[in-house]
């Protein structure tokens, strides 16, 4: 049976933005004989200087720091590659009746001071720097229905639309990634993983059943996300068995995080029965992957999402901070 494109996990957030509160990185608890005092968040320092969110705020955690700086209300958090600039889209309005409207935002982490990069009549996500730093790619959510993959300078010039779904035997486009020499974007439409070049022209599709043995197992959330210094080398999600509690959970199976070797064709799974894992992404030395995710036992939690580090070869399993849709 087809997945629906409603994916799993897009539910699950829906279903725990209805529970959660604003949660910052620094949590207010109740200290006994302390009134109103307050404890951070366990932060684990690591390596990579990374952005994130909270659904609410975005947040750069410097390198080998345990204290994230929270820069501005917004969602998908992207790094620029020299590390100076996080671009990001603003809150949407998300009532029914609201019409589209989107806007990506670039801040400077030197001065702390914001641009507008592009404003458009459609939901934005999905952003990426190019692995050159020159262009940010980005969907675009049309009021047709249909998305619409595009690039933009930094400074939101020479905009160009790459590819519409329903286009060159793509249905849709879900989760777009830059290939490591940035001459083209992989991206997704439940049935085949595309690869599509900068002037737009598709040139590769390959059957995602080849890639994870059930092509029903992929949602709209999925990312297949190449290695920077392996590009035959994916990193992807899929949905898999849960343990029961996730099952009487949410009713739905778990997440797990994936490694296909496109020479190969070996597939390793990395992530263990009672860990969910989505928004891979990998560490700029190809070493570790950083993800968004939780333990089952994490599932009722008003906001359970993580975002944990993970080694290429499945160990070293680490938990970073409170967050999610990580990038480095």
């Given at each position: 049976?087809?997945?629906?494109?409603?994916?799993?996990?897009?539910?699950?957030?829906?279903?725990?933005?209805?529970?959660?509160?604003?949660?910052?990185?620094?949590?207010?608890?109740?200290?006994?004989?302390?009134?109103?005092?307050?404890?951070?968040?366990?932060v684990t320092p690591t390596p990579?200087?990374?952005?994130?969110?909270?659904?609410?705020?975005?947040?750069?955690?410097?390198?080998?720091?345990?204290?994230?700086?929270?820069?501005?209300?917004?969602?998908?958090?992207?790094?620029?590659?020299?590390?100076?600039?996080?671009?990001?889209?603003?809150?949407?309005?998300?009532?029914?009746?609201?019409?589209?409207?989107?806007?990506?935002?670039?801040?400077?982490?030197?001065?702390?001071?914001?641009?507008?990069?592009?404003?458009?009549?459609?939901?934005?996500?999905?952003?990426?720097?190019?692995?050159?730093?020159?262009?940010?790619?980005?969907?675009?959510?049309?009021?047709?229905?249909?998305r619409e993959l595009d690039t933009?300078?930094?400074?939101?010039?020479?905009?160009?639309?790459?590819?519409?779904?329903?286009?060159?035997?793509?249905?849709?486009?879900?989760s777009p990634v830059w290939a490591?020499?940035?001459?083209?974007?992989?991206?997704?439409?439940?049935?085949?993983?595309?690869?599509?070049?900068?002037?737009?022209?598709?040139?590769?599709?390959?059957?995602?059943?080849?890639?994870?043995?059930?092509?029903?197992?992929?949602?709209?959330?999925?990312?297949?996300?190449?290695?920077?210094?392996?590009?035959?080398?994916?990193?992807?999600?899929?949905?898999?068995?849960?343990?029961?509690?996730?099952?009487?959970?949410?009713?739905?199976?778990?997440?797990?995080?994936?490694?296909?070797?496109?020479?190969?064709?070996?597939?390793?799974?990395?992530?263990?029965?009672?860990?969910?894992?989505?928004?891979?992404?990998?560490?700029?030395?190809?070493?570790?992957?950083?993800?968004?995710?939780?333990?089952?036992?994490?599932?009722?939690?008003?906001?359970?999402?993580?975002?944990?580090?993970?080694?290429?070869?499945?160990?070293?399993?680490?938990?970073?901070?409170?967050?999610?849709?990580?990038?480095?």
């Amino acid at each position: 049976m087809r997945t629906n494109c409603v994916s799993r996990s897009a539910r699950v957030r829906a279903t725990l933005a209805v529970l959660s509160l604003v949660i910052e990185i620094v949590v207010p608890l109740q200290i006994a004989g302390q009134k109103g005092a307050t404890i951070a968040a366990r932060v684990t320092p690591t390596p990579d200087a990374l952005v994130f969110s909270d659904r609410n705020w975005v947040y750069y955690l410097a390198a080998n720091s345990s204290v994230p700086r929270k820069l501005a209300r917004g969602n998908f958090p992207a790094l620029s590659r020299d590390r100076q600039c996080v671009a990001y889209c603003l809150p949407q309005n998300s009532e029914v009746s609201a019409p589209a409207a989107g806007t990506v935002m670039l801040f400077d982490l030197s001065t702390g001071k914001t641009t507008t990069v592009l404003r458009a009549n459609a939901w934005i996500a999905h952003l990426r720097w190019s692995p050159n730093g020159e262009r940010i790619s980005l969907t675009l959510a049309l009021s047709s229905g249909k998305r619409e993959l595009d690039t933009v300078s930094r400074d939101g010039t020479h905009r160009q639309k790459l590819i519409t779904g329903g286009e060159q035997g793509a249905d849709d486009i879900f989760s777009p990634v830059w290939a490591p020499d940035g001459q083209s974007i992989y991206f997704q439409d439940m049935t085949n993983l595309f690869q599509v070049n900068t002037s737009g022209e598709v040139v590769a599709k390959t059957p995602l059943g080849a890639i994870t043995e059930e092509k029903e197992a992929v949602t709209s959330a999925d990312s297949f996300v190449p290695s920077p210094t392996d590009p035959n080398v994916l990193a992807y999600t899929r949905s898999v068995p849960g343990t029961p509690l996730f099952e009487r959970t949410f009713g739905e199976p778990n997440t797990a995080l994936f490694l296909y070797d496109l020479r190969t064709k070996s597939r390793k799974r990395l992530t263990s029965l009672d860990v969910l894992a989505m928004d891979p992404v990998w560490s700029r030395d190809g070493r570790f992957i950083y993800f968004t995710g939780y333990r089952d036992r994490e599932g009722r939690a008003s906001y359970p999402f993580k975002i944990y580090r993970i080694a290429r070869d499945g160990t070293g399993l680490i938990q970073i901070t409170s967050g999610e849709m990580p990038d480095v």
